[in-house]
């Protein structure tokens, strides 16, 4: 077929056209039909067919995290359990506001046991956390060093929390103390609960 003949081709007349001609036409208008079809309807379907695949590997990554967090709950529980006995323990080595004066006289007498000379035991104001209170008690003493170990040792023994802070141990100057005496500045922190009435 020639150029031609392609220009006198009538398109009201396809019929009357020859064979291969008509065979490109089927040919040329499948593949448009194709391309249309796949715009107007797959191509979205694609679009969310891909996020309904995301939303599946998340919801997948959020049922093994929830699987792993269930298999592991009797854990949580028995682990629950033990933090709140730990936390009861803990507020019961706590003194109330009645207590804390014979806790001052337990640090005290457990330093003067220690053998130290007590220079200074000052209470603080005491300090609201949370559900506590801080009892900072400004303390110099001085004696030897294995002294100092035993107060503080001592101190960790009393059936209430007491902390050390702030430690500042110098020899002292004047010689008045003895041959390896030393002075201990620090701060003793006891803590109370603090109950309802607080």
């Known amino acids: ?75 949580y529980r028995t ?13 019961r080595q706590l003194p109330n506001r009645t207590e804390v004066a014979d806790l001052l006289v337990d640090v005290s007498q457990t330093g003067l046991a220690a053998g130290l000379k007590f220079e200074l035991f000052q209470p603080q104001q005491e300090v609201p956390r949370e559900f506590y209170a801080e009892l900072p008690i400004k303390l110099r003493v001085t004696g030897n060093y294995h002294q100092f170990g035993e107060f503080v040792s001592g101190l960790a023994a009393l059936p209430r929390i007491v902390t050390i802070h702030d430690i500042v141990i110098k020899p002292i100057s004047d010689k008045k103390g003895g041959e390896g005496s030393l002075v201990l500045n620090a701060t003793a922190k006891t803590y109370r609960y603090l109950d309802g009435e607080s």
């Open 1 to 75: 077929m020639t150029l031609d003949e392609l220009n006198e081709l009538d398109f009201n007349d396809i019929g009357e056209w020859p064979a291969v001609v008509k065979a490109i036409l089927i040919l040329l208008l499948c593949g448009l039909l194709g391309v249309g079809w796949y715009f107007l309807m797959v191509q979205d379907q694609y679009k969310a067919l891909e996020k309904v695949e995301r939303e599946e590997n998340q919801l997948r990554v959020d049922f093994e995290d929830k699987q792993a967090r269930a298999a592991n709950l009797e854990a």
């Open 79 to 91: 682990q629950l359990a033990e933090m709140r006995e730990s936390f009861g323990t803990m507020l």
